[in-house]
């Protein structure tokens, strides 16, 4: 807020005095200040995962899936669940189905991360596929205010945005 001071003097009006105040009517010395605070945007992964039971399905069965943040051991058991589980359900009808974990970033930086199935309590007649999907998802700001980031499949070593591809496979009995 300014207060200007104008004086009469003889007929002339003059500017005697400017004083810039804040939003408490206290006065600002050293002029107009301006501050201003930058925050780059959110980025936003989805990692993708396809479940598919090959063989004859004969009854409805539910399938869970993790996402752990890990250090660059990519340690699950060291790591943190960076999301709740996902599921998928699979029918004599429906043999596949996919599931999604949507992850944002609000800061630059490398961040690991390993998609498992949770065979934790398997099911009788599945023999599964224990491979760990490990990512490395780099995030980086280049000034534009959006942070970009890039998922890379470790054990492939393709760019991607996270696409996961996990088959299991029942024995006929």
Do not use: W
């Not at 009006?13 to 408490?24: A, P, Q």
């Not at 995962?49 to 699950?76: A, H, S, V």
């Amino acid at each position: 807020m300014y207060h200007i001071l104008v004086v009469d003097d003889n007929a002339q009006l003059k500017v005697s005095s400017v004083t810039l105040e804040d939003k408490n009517g206290n006065p600002i010395q050293g002029g107009i200040r301006f501050e201003n605070f930058y925050q780059a945007a959110k980025a936003d992964v989805k990692f993708y995962g396809t479940k598919t039971l090959m063989g004859e399905i004969t009854e409805e069965k539910k399938f869970d899936f993790r996402l752990y943040q890990t250090d660059n051991t990519f340690d699950i058991t060291t790591g943190t669940e960076a999301l709740p589980k996902k599921s998928v359900t699979l029918t004599p009808q429906k043999a596949s189905d996919t599931f999604l974990f949507e992850k944002e970033f609000r800061a630059a930086g490398v961040y690991y991360f390993v998609m498992a199935e949770d065979v934790s309590t398997p099911l009788a007649g599945i023999v599964y596929d224990r491979e760990l999907q490990r990512f490395t998802v780099r995030v980086v700001d280049i000034g534009d205010g959006q942070l970009r980031a890039m998922v890379t499949n470790v054990d492939t070593g393709v760019s991607t945005s996270g696409f996961h591809e996990c088959k299991l496979y029942q024995r006929n009995l």
